[in-house]
């Protein structure tokens, strides 16, 4: 297959944002998209070779698995197995049991069906999983198991049919994705059938040329591949983790993407963009530093805390990039040439790295993460990771009602994330937001133990503008029985995660207003604080993970409230109905803020209450609000 130098650059531009969206700058907001590109880039390049092969009647489906091994295996093991000591020594006994699951989901090629049962990819604790970037990987392979034979059958069958069957594949795809990410964003997210189309993108265009070679016209190839360019940097900087995604709205880097893979010819201005040495040094290394930077970013999380610095972040990003050149250079390379290590060989040694990671893994589960490393004593009562909270609620609680909210919840492992507190009776109480909402679920129910509380839960803001609210705002105006909405988030991050040309005030003042407008008492919660270090650091001192610490300064706090107090303040000033409470104040005093209260630990995790927090923060609001029992 001849070399193509602005594939390179596409590798390059599909991988510097997913380092900076990952690494927090808010500038990539769409970085995310770079995956995207990554699934069109290997869907032409894997059809191409496997057309080429089939022309010249030399296709072997053990050389195309070599091949593609070579490609794949020799990078992932070693960033697997570099991880193990690190993941050995900082991660708490939770984070080990759960990287122990990813080591040998992806050597069974099915991290995204791990990641599906556990993690939101845009959730704050999604960033501290060290291998959560492997679902892509794991989309790939499956897609490569199928795609193939799919091929090999049309080309011995109906030849003239391939472009036309990839066709219909990818618009079936397409619109199951677009339709599934309103019932089920989270299988949209990581299954092959909604991610699909993406590869296929780049299948069509290398299939299309097949049986009649396209004729190239320069104006054409210049206007078509500049639309390319822009269409992918629009999704880079104006999509943001709050897109339906996948959806048609992802049709703009994978159209982008194909528009630059057929276009982008030698004498266009987009190649001459693509195929500088800059880029194409930086395409050369994208895998390495794909696989590099999630564990990195991950690991340095655990161990300095979820608030790093700039400077840390760009040493960080620094230290990816290093490390992927010394990886592309060592290890990719050398592996890909069976010259240098023989097919047998290199077998053998595949083999044996995937027995080995599935059987630590399978064993750091089975061991719950072997807390008998640390020499733990436990300074506080309460419990801490996110188990004791979902099984808490699956055990004395109830599914959602309407059903079909229900279907579309997140999911924590099998327990929906949307749940109420008395089975087959009106609601009267509506809380709603994120995890933040989510996690005054038990408190308040049992507080208001006459009452039928249900929770509305999703990762993105709750707000009416966006989409992924739109059944749940049509439930709560249907519901009238339920005459109080508590609106509770996390309110930094969903600041940050809008869009550049929304404001904050308007939207939430519009779905506020909203509320009020059809004859719901709304309260407003200022949020609990937020710590920079997990849970375990406090309810344990373990000289092996660390100072143990439980406090912060009020100052920590207060600095992030700033962005947003005025506003949940003027909102309950300004409208009718509209109250404001303050949740800090349960937890800070003087010029501190603690996450232990009357002895006993109130997180789960780093800014999440667990069953006694919840429980402790559900008293105090009630205590504050009375009429809630009304």
């Known amino acids: 297959m001849k070399y193509r130098a602005e594939i390179d650059g596409m590798r390059a531009i599909a991988i510097i944002p997913v380092i900076f969206f990952h690494a927090g700058f808010s500038l990539f907001s769409g970085g995310f998209v770079g995956v995207d590109i990554f699934f069109v880039i290997s869907g032409y390049l894997i059809t191409t070779i496997i057309l080429s092969d089939l022309k010249e009647g030399g296709f072997s489906f053990l050389k195309f698995y070599e091949k593609r091994a070579r490609r794949i295996f020799p990078a992932l093991f070693l960033v697997m197995f570099v991880s193990l000591p690190f993941a050995w020594i900082w991660l708490l006994p939770e984070d080990l049991k759960s990287f122990s699951k990813s080591l040998y989901f992806v050597a069974a090629f099915c991290s995204n069906i791990l990641f599906w049962k556990t993690s939101g990819y845009f959730d704050g604790d999604a960033e501290l999983k060290p291998l959560l970037h492997t679902w ?29 069957a990839i066709a219909g594949i990818f618009l079936v795809s397409l619109y199951a994705a677009n339709l599934k990410i309103s019932d089920n964003p989270m299988s949209a997210f990581y299954f092959l059938p909604y991610r699909a189309w993406e590869l296929l993108m780049g299948a069509l265009i290398a299939s299309g040329p097949l049986f009649k070679k396209p004729k190239d016209n320069d104006l054409i190839n210049q206007i078509a591949s500049a639309i390319g360019l822009v ?61 590099w930077h999630q564990p990195i970013f991950a690991f340095a999380k655990h161990f300095w805390g979820n608030d790093l610095q700039l400077g840390a972040l760009c040493a960080l990003v620094s230290f990816v990039f290093g490390l992927s050149y010394f990886t592309w250079k060592h290890v990719e390379r050398p592996f890909r040439s069976s010259g240098k290590i023989s097919t047998h060989r290199f077998t053998a040694l595949s083999i044996a790295c995937l027995v080995v990671l599935s059987a630590i893994g399978a064993a750091g589960d089975i061991k719950d993460g072997v807390p008998s490393r640390f020499n733990y004593i436990e300074k506080y009562a309460g419990d801490t990771g996110q188990a004791p909270f979902y099984q808490y609620a699956k055990q004395h609680f109830f599914p959602c009602t309407p059903d079909n909210l229900a279907k579309q919840a997140l999911m924590w492992d099998d327990i929906p994330r949307c749940m109420q507190s008395k089975d087959n009776l009106p609601v ?16 308040l129910s049992e507080a208001l133990a006459d009452s039928n509380i249900v929770y509305y839960a999703k990762a993105s803001p709750a707000l009416t503008s966006n989409p992924e609210y739109e059944e749940i705002f049509q439930e709560i105006i249907r519901n009238r029985n339920a005459r109080t909405v508590v609106l509770s988030m996390y309110w930094v991050g969903k600041i940050y995660s809008l869009p550049n040309n929304q404001s904050f005030e308007k939207e939430l003042t519009n779905t506020v207003g909203f509320l009020v407008k059809h004859n719901k008492n709304v309260i407003v919660l200022n949020d609990v604080p937020r710590f920079p270090f997990p849970s375990e650091r406090c309810k344990f001192s373990a000289d092996e993970i660390g100072r143990s610490t439980c406090d912060i300064s009020m100052w920590s706090i207060v600095r992030y409230e700033l962005l947003y107090t005025t506003v949940l303040k003027k909102l309950a000033e300004e409208l009718p109905n509209v109250r404001y409470l303050s949740l800090r104040d349960f937890f800070c005093e003087n010029n501190g803020c603690s996450m232990v209260q009357n002895g006993v630990v109130m997180y789960r995790d780093n800014h999440h209450l667990n069953i006694l927090g919840s429980k402790f923060v559900g008293q105090k609001i009630v205590e504050q609000l009375p009429d809630l029992r009304n």
């Open 231 to 291: 269409l992918v940097f629009i999704s880079i900087f104006f999509l943001d983790k709050n897109t339906p995604y996948p959806s048609y709205y992802t049709l703009l880097p994978v159209a982008g993407a194909g528009l630059l893979i057929r276009f982008a010819k030698p004498n266009t201005w987009a190649h001459y963009f693509l195929a500088n040495k800059l880029f194409i040094s930086v395409g050369l290394i994208s895998y390495s530093a794909y696989l």
């Open 136 to 164: 892509s990987l794991g989309v790939e392979e499956q897609y490569y198991l199928v795609f193939p034979l799919l091929i090999l059958i049309l080309w011995r069958t109906q030849k003239r049919l391939i472009s036309f």
């Open 428 to 443: 009267d109480l509506i809380l709603l937001g994120d995890s933040h909402a989510e996690h005054l679920f038990i408190g």
